[in-house]
């Protein structure tokens, strides 16, 4: 067994895999699914040839596993490094269970200075815990707002095999009752603030310059280009089965940048977040103005990662928390930076890893 960078004639066998594990335990990949692996790994701006994805290679051709990474440089103590954001190893289903670990562990003993995982399994954390690494005990949790809870049950994949969907249009006055009935016994679940800030459509340019801002007192901060922010939210946005993307830059009532929100909004539904940065005064504000366009909207419900900078404007204002879904796990060299990025000291966020993409290559048709 060899341990080689990804090349892109590997994109069909890296789909066969993602189509086992993910897709229905066939080997054919769906149509789009070879194409994805091109773009994501292949098409991607800014690629930093010291930090490659990875595959097993039995020596023959055949690939035995991937572990996948997406680089992205990044401004710790005044020097450019790279942050890797891995996705968490796929093996075939006939090769050794150990080959997941070779390929994590060379992966780690990489240059990058910090690697994490925004999707890491539940079965995934000894491993990479063996290897050196931490979990984040909060942002692994989920914060989640709900707008209308009857709509958003019954709309998700769970419920649609034995319960009508409530947004079948015979069934929405009936869920809208319903909605109406939980929002009159459990008022504080539901309650908005006004909201004094404004939003505009966050161009790749203005983000770049709020972030310049917002974390300018970071240890460490996301270096993107405009080429690869318009690369990244033109993929998102072809994610069609989560929502509308939409992302805002929030404004503070003197017109300064007050932070940023990313995310998925579909009527009915249970809504992600992928994105909420702020300044440290405009939490407040700027959590008020995401829930205020979700409202509008009209969402089933919000969800995203806790972070430990949103636990206070989060636990006032009705929110749940919620154990369970992927781990954040983070890896590195400086046990301080691994300090900062478990206690959310660092501007690390969910663009950089892979959670995002995880649901384009389950979406029913792949966008």
Same mark, same amino acid.
């Given at each position: 067994?060899?341990?080689?960078?990804?090349?892109?004639?590997?994109?069909?066998?890296?789909?066969?895999?993602?189509?086992?594990?993910?897709?229905?335990?066939? #080997?054919?990949?769906?149509? +789009?699914?070879?194409?994805?692996?091109?773009?994501?790994?292949?098409?991607?701006?800014?690629?930093?040839?010291?930090?490659?994805?990875?595959?097993?290679?039995?020596?023959?051709?055949?690939?035995?596993?991937?572990?996948?990474?997406?680089?992205?440089?990044?401004?710790?103590?005044?020097?450019?490094?790279?942050?890797?954001?891995?996705?968490?190893?796929?093996?075939?289903?006939?090769?050794?269970?150990?080959?997941?670990?070779?390929?994590?562990?060379?992966?780690?003993?990489?240059?990058?200075?910090?690697?994490?995982?925004?999707? +890491?399994?539940?079965?995934?954390?000894?491993? =990479?815990?063996?290897?050196?690494?931490?979990?984040?005990?909060?942002?692994?949790?989920? =914060?989640?707002?709900?707008?209308?809870?009857?709509?958003?049950?019954?709309?998700?994949?769970?419920?649609?095999?034995? *319960?009508?969907?409530?947004?079948?249009?015979?069934?929405?006055?009936?869920?809208?009752?319903?909605?109406?009935?939980?929002? #009159?016994?459990?008022?504080?679940?539901?309650?908005?603030?006004?909201?004094?800030?404004?939003?505009?459509?966050?161009?790749?340019?203005?983000?770049?310059?709020? *972030?310049?801002?917002?974390?300018?007192?970071?240890?460490?901060?996301?270096?993107?280009?405009?080429?690869?922010?318009? =690369?990244?939210?033109?993929?998102?946005?072809?994610?069609? %089965?989560?929502?509308?993307?939409?992302?805002?830059?929030?404004?503070?009532?003197?017109?300064?940048?007050?932070? =940023?929100?990313?995310?998925?909004?579909?009527?009915?539904?249970?809504?992600?977040?992928?994105?909420?940065?702020?300044?440290?005064?405009?939490?407040?504000?700027?959590?008020?103005?995401?829930?205020?366009?979700?409202? %509008?909207?009209?969402?089933?419900?919000?969800?995203?990662?806790?972070?430990?900078?949103?636990?206070?404007?989060?636990?006032?204002?009705?929110?749940?928390?919620?154990?369970? +879904?992927?781990?954040?796990?983070?890896?590195?060299?400086?046990? +301080?930076?691994?300090?900062?990025?478990?206690?959310?000291?660092?501007?690390?966020?969910?663009?950089?890893?892979?959670?995002?993409?995880?649901?384009? *290559?389950?979406?029913?048709?792949?966008?």
């Amino acid at each position: 067994m060899v341990i080689r960078p990804l090349q892109p004639e590997d994109a069909v066998q890296v789909a066969s895999l993602w189509q086992y594990w993910f897709r229905g335990r066939t #080997r054919v990949p769906d149509a +789009g699914l070879v194409e994805l692996v091109h773009r994501l790994y292949f098409e991607r701006p800014g690629a930093v040839p010291e930090v490659a994805s990875l595959v097993a290679d039995d020596g023959a051709g055949k690939i035995l596993g991937i572990a996948a990474v997406m680089p992205t440089p990044v401004l710790v103590d005044g020097k450019v490094q790279t942050l890797a954001g891995v996705f968490p190893s796929v093996r075939d289903p006939d090769a050794p269970p150990t080959v997941a670990s070779f390929l994590l562990r060379k992966l780690l003993t990489g240059p990058q200075v910090l690697t994490f995982s925004d999707g +890491g399994h539940h079965k995934f954390e000894r491993i =990479w815990q063996a290897l050196g690494g931490h979990i984040a005990p909060t942002a692994s949790l989920r =914060w989640l707002k709900v707008f209308r809870p009857v709509r958003m049950l019954t709309s998700s994949r769970r419920y649609k095999g034995s *319960i009508r969907s409530a947004t079948a249009p015979g069934w929405r006055p009936f869920a809208d009752a319903a909605d109406w009935g939980v929002r #009159r016994v459990r008022p504080a679940w539901f309650e908005l603030r006004d909201v004094a800030y404004t939003g505009e459509p966050l161009e790749p340019e203005a983000l770049i310059e709020a *972030i310049a801002v917002v974390h300018a007192r970071k240890r460490m901060r996301p270096l993107y280009t405009p080429a690869y922010l318009t =690369w990244l939210f033109a993929e998102m946005a072809r994610i069609r %089965e989560q929502g509308v993307f939409e992302a805002t830059l929030v404004r503070a009532p003197d017109g300064s940048p007050a932070g =940023w929100w990313v995310a998925f909004l579909k009527p009915g539904h249970l809504s992600r977040v992928f994105a909420l940065e702020s300044g440290e005064r405009h939490v407040d504000g700027v959590v008020d103005h995401l829930f205020a366009r979700a409202a %509008e909207a009209r969402v089933g419900g919000l969800t995203g990662r806790l972070e430990p900078r949103l636990r206070r404007s989060m636990a006032t204002r009705g929110t749940f928390t919620l154990n369970g +879904g992927s781990l954040m796990m983070v890896h590195g060299r400086d046990s +301080g930076l691994v300090d900062d990025a478990l206690l959310g000291r660092l501007a690390l966020g969910r663009l950089e890893g892979e959670n995002w993409y995880w649901w384009a *290559i389950v979406s029913r048709e792949v966008p």
